[in-house]
């Protein structure tokens, strides 16, 4: 026989919940390179130098060396021990330029840059030059 009666679980609260904050991380100072080995930018190498709100990326090494990307506001995030969630803005419009979520501790970067059917990338990530706030 199957009971009829059914209690409620409580309800769960993710990990860390009461810990939520959307208070930004200034990586002004800060210059990273991001290296990918799988996704669309597999190969590539790109330097990221941060500014109070702005972010110029230049390709260093791989088949995009040469290209001239134009700089973009940001916006940083912590998420996690050691862990930003950074989005590229275009300065004009406010519209997503690129989504990174960066795992300092682990080195790795995971990369969402809108605009084809397989924006998806994954790599590592280098400190080439700290900025004053210590990462989160």
């Given at each position: ?5 059914a ?8 990990a860390?919940?009461?810990h ?8 002004k ?5 991001t ?10 190498t ?6 109070k ?35 590229w803005l ?5 519209a ?40 989160p």
């Open positions: 026989a199957v009971s009829a009666s209690t409620a679980a409580p309800p769960r609260h993710a860390g919940a009461s939520l904050s959307l208070a930004r991380f200034d990586l100072g800060y210059v990273i390179d290296s990918y080995t799988l996704g669309r930018n597999t190969g590539n790109f330097q990221q130098t941060y500014g709100s702005m972010v110029q990326g230049v390709p260093i090494k791989g088949p995009l060396v040469g290209t001239k990307f134009p700089p973009e506001n940001y916006v940083a995030i912590p998420i996690g021990h050691h862990e930003l969630y950074v989005t275009d300065p004009a419009s406010f997503i330029v690129d989504v990174f979520v960066m795992d300092f501790a682990h080195r790795t970067v995971y990369d969402y840059a809108p605009g084809s059917d397989h924006p998806e990338s994954a790599g590592t990530i280098t400190v080439v030059h700290r900025g004053r706030s210590p990462l």
